[in-house]
């Protein structure tokens, strides 16, 4: 079997990124995504805030919990809440950090009355059989914790993984 090579003009296509594989849509046409929660749209960047990054919560011992939440707290205290934003993802056994029944439940209300995202992988959720209610009361939620992880990368934020 011969090997395939796209033309010289084509490959330069390719390599910019520029090469079109499937129908393009109108700019004019609204996206089929249009949920803020939805997995195929990016969430919202409308923070002002000088550094943006993203924590993710994938470990359930109560020293990664710890760590996390301090980590959030030292960000806040160093820059102070205009000039940082933050939002924590939790999957996997991570997702234990934000029952409401955790022992950093009011911590975590603390740090979200001082503008921190809590956000909790739906995905996980289905399969710790969760609902939002068993969750405390300051996380919102996400469908795909490690998709919101890579918009947030693509936004520019930095990635955190204590």
């Not at 796209?6 to 390599?15: D, I, N, P, R």
């Not at 959720?125 to 009361?137: F, W």
């Given at each position: 079997?011969?090997?395939?090579?796209?033309?010289?003009?084509?490959?330069?296509?390719?390599?910019?990124?520029?090469?079109?594989?499937?129908?393009?849509?109108?700019?004019t046409e609204a996206?089929?995504?249009?949920?803020?929660?939805?997995?195929?749209?990016?969430?919202?960047?409308?923070?002002?805030?000088?550094?943006?990054?993203?924590?993710?919560?994938?470990?359930?011992?109560?020293?990664?919990?710890?760590?996390?939440?301090?980590?959030?707290?030292?960000?806040?205290?160093?820059?102070?809440?205009?000039?940082?934003?933050?939002?924590?993802?939790?999957?996997?056994?991570?997702?234990?950090?934000?029952?409401?029944?955790?022992?950093?439940?009011?911590?975590?209300?603390?740090?979200?009355?001082?503008?921190?995202?809590?956000?909790?992988c739906e995905n996980?959720?289905?399969?710790?059989?969760?609902?939002?209610?068993?969750?405390?009361?300051?996380?919102?939620t996400t469908p795909?914790?490690?998709?919101?992880?890579?918009?947030?990368?693509?936004?520019?934020?930095?990635?955190?993984?204590?």
């Open positions: 079997m011969k090997p395939s090579f796209l033309s010289g003009a084509m490959a330069a296509l390719a390599c910019a990124g520029l090469l079109l594989t499937g129908p393009v849509q109108a700019a996206p089929a995504e249009t949920s803020d929660q939805g997995i195929n749209s990016m969430p919202p960047d409308d923070s002002l805030a000088t550094y943006k990054t993203v924590i993710q919560a994938s470990d359930g011992s109560a020293e990664k919990q710890t760590l996390i939440l301090n980590n959030v707290a030292n960000l806040l205290k160093y820059f102070g809440p205009d000039m940082v934003a933050i939002d924590v993802v939790a999957y996997g056994p991570g997702l234990r950090l934000f029952f409401k029944d955790n022992v950093n439940a009011q911590r975590i209300q603390d740090l979200a009355a001082q503008g921190i995202n809590f956000l909790a996980t959720m289905k399969a710790m059989n969760k609902v939002k209610a068993d969750l405390n009361p300051a996380v919102k795909a914790g490690i998709v919101y992880i890579l918009k947030r990368e693509k936004q520019g934020w930095l990635y955190i993984r204590p």
